[in-house]
């Protein structure tokens, strides 16, 4: 929801200081509270809040290790982290700040100043995470672009051969596109990739599956846990929906509308092999597609 009210996590032993800065940003924030460090490292897994602000003495874990925890997991490290803290000597705010502390607010602390960088804070996190997304979108279709695949590939790779499960790979790519473009114009042409991105995406939605485009007007479905036969279903499902959206391509040598071809590609990933070896097979039977006639999946 994205005019969801922002989540902070207050964290200190000190019931009294939790309930000052809960005071203080109540009306503008959903509030959690934590009073030590390990109900804090808790709620930060299943709350993931949007900013933490955390003390350093407590007893039992203390803030140096909360934060220096949030920040080694890929899955909070983003989240920023404020000290607040009676602690106030320069060996101790450079300490907060080279464990990963975004922010140092020495106690006792002004509301005024307290809320001014929480706001700051989370206006910078908020443009962040913008940036971040639309660093894996492509922005002609709209669909994830190579960098989110390279990264989910790599990723689902790891996955898969710790698990020991099928990958999946679709290389897809629209036949006689050059022609497209020369008769109907460049637009165009952008129009209709973005009309098959659309079908595409339509067409693969479950949950760890990613369409997204390769390059040019090549597109890639990869498909976690998916053995070769689920993919060439998946792969016919797709060359049928495109060609079912009939856009017209009176230049095309395979049909009077536009069409793709495909290569699938499966395999157990194991770590001594680089997953880009997945991606070379399906443009190898790629290739093939084209080779036999185009408008067809190959496996
Ligand atoms: P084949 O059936 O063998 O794939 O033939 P093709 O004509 O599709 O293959 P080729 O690689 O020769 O042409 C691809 C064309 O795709 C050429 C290029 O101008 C066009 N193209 C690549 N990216 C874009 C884009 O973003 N927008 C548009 N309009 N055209 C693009
Ligand atoms: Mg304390
Ligand atoms: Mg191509
Ligand atoms: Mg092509």
Known sequence: MADARPK???VDDIPSNVHVLSRILKDDYDIYFATDG???LDL????????VLLDIMMPGMDGYEVCARIKADPATHDIPIIFISAKSEVEDETRGLEVGAIDFITKPISPPIVKARVRNHLLLKRQTDLLRSLSFLDGLTGIANRRRFDETMAREWRRCARSRQPLSLILLDVDHFKTYNDHYGHQAGDECLRAVAAVLADRVKRTGDLVARYGGEEFVCLLPETEGEGA???AER????VADSAIPHAQSLVASHVTISL????VIPTMDVAPATLTQTADQLLYQAKRSG??????
Do not use: C, F, H, W
């Open 8 to 10: 902070i996590l207050v």
């Open 38 to 40: 390990e109900k804090a």
């Open 44 to 51: 930060v897994q299943t709350r993931l809040p949007d900013l």
């Open 232 to 234: 060439m279903q998946v």
């Open 238 to 241: 797709l060359r049928s929906a």
């Open 263 to 266: 290569g699938v590609a499966t």
């Open 294 to 299: 185009r408008n067809r999946a190959q496996g």
